[in-house]
Nanobody
Framework: VQLVESGGALVQAGGSLRLSCVAS????????IGWFRQAPGKEREGVSC????????YTIDSVKGRFTISSDSAKNTVYLQMNSLKPEDTAVYYC?????????????????????????WGQGTQVTVSS
C-alpha cells in the first residue's frame, strides 16, 4: 500500500496551500482516503475524507468553508485545498486509507473517524502557518 503526500510549506496567515496524496490504483478506487493532522503535543485529528467510488466526502465543521477535499482519478490523487489558513492549522498533515470507514461513517459519527481506525498511512507533510 502506498500513500505519498506532498505540498506542505511555510505560508503566511490568510494564504493557501494544496496538499496532494498519491495512492495506488487499488487503494484509490476501493478505499476511503482521509486527511488527518497532528500539531505538536496534540492528538492526530481527522480533517476530511473522500470515497472515490461514489464521490462522497466529509469535512469537519471547524475547517468547512476553508478546506476542500477532491480527487483526480487520472492521477490517483486526493487533494486537500486549504484556504484562509490560520496559525492553528500548523501541523503535520497525513493522508490515510481505510476500506470501510469513510464519509458515511463520519456522517454517522458526526465527526471524522479516529485515526486509530485507519489502516494505511503516508509519511506526512509539514504545514506551517506564520502569523
Amino acid at each position: 500500500v502506498q500513500l505519498v503526500e506532498s505540498g506542505g510549506a511555510l505560508v503566511q496567515a490568510g494564504g493557501s496551500l494544496r496538499l496532494s496524496c498519491v495512492a495506488s490504483r487499488f487503494i484509490f478506487d476501493n478505499y476511503a482516503i482521509g486527511w488527518f493532522r497532528q500539531a505538536p503535543g496534540k492528538e492526530r485529528e481527522g480533517v476530511s475524507c473522500i470515497r472515490n467510488s461514489d464521490g462522497s466526502t466529509y469535512t469537519i465543521d471547524s475547517v468547512k468553508g476553508r478546506f476542500t477535499i477532491s480527487s483526480d482519478s487520472a492521477k490517483n490523487t486526493v487533494y486537500l485545498q486549504m484556504n484562509s489558513l490560520k496559525p492553528e492549522d500548523t501541523a503535520v498533515y497525513y493522508c490515510a486509507a481505510d476500506k470501510d470507514r469513510g464519509p458515511a461513517t463520519a456522517q454517522a459519527l458526526g465527526t471524522m473517524p479516529p485515526a486509530t481506525w485507519y489502516d494505511y498511512w503516508g509519511q506526512g507533510t509539514q504545514v506551517t502557518v506564520s502569523s
